[in-house]
Nanobody, 118 residues
Framework: QVQLVESGGGLVQAGGSLRLSCAAS????????MGWYRQAPGKLRDLVAT???????NYADSVKGRCTISRDNAKNTVYLQMNSLKPEDTAVYFC????????????WGQGTQVTVSS
């Protein structure tokens, strides 16, 4: 089992920045990729960014150029640096992890709220 705990959410004005952190614990060696998804009220949970064990990254078009995902394997932590935030970035952000051999992300954190005011 893997536990994921997010932190770093909050209220920020449009144009501001936030850095989200996700600390993983438990069966860390079983993890391949990690990432962030977000869910706005009344909408589906959508991909924000992912990073695999080799450091390759993938971003949603809506955040490309504004967000950077990174991973500190020594600290078992993944980060999401978000810049130039927009009101439409308002959502609950979920950290996620995928076990080796799995096709889908199978571990999820509780989520952290990000609110961007106009």
């Amino acid at each position: 089992q893997v536990q994921l705990v997010e932190s770093g959410g909050g209220l920020v004005q449009a144009g501001g920045s936030l850095r989200l952190s996700c600390a993983a614990s438990g069966s860390i060696s079983s993890i391949d990729a990690m990432g962030w998804y977000r869910q706005a009220p009344g909408k589906l949970r959508d991909l924000v960014a992912t990073i695999n064990s080799g450091g390759s990254t993938n971003y949603a078009d809506s955040v490309k150029g504004r967000c950077t995902i990174s991973r500190d394997n020594a600290k078992n932590t993944v980060y999401l640096q978000m810049n130039s935030l927009k009101p439409e970035d308002t959502a609950v952000y979920f950290c996620t992890a995928k076990s080796r051999g799995r096709s889908w992300f199978n571990y999820w954190g509780q989520g952290t709220q990000v609110t961007v005011s106009s």
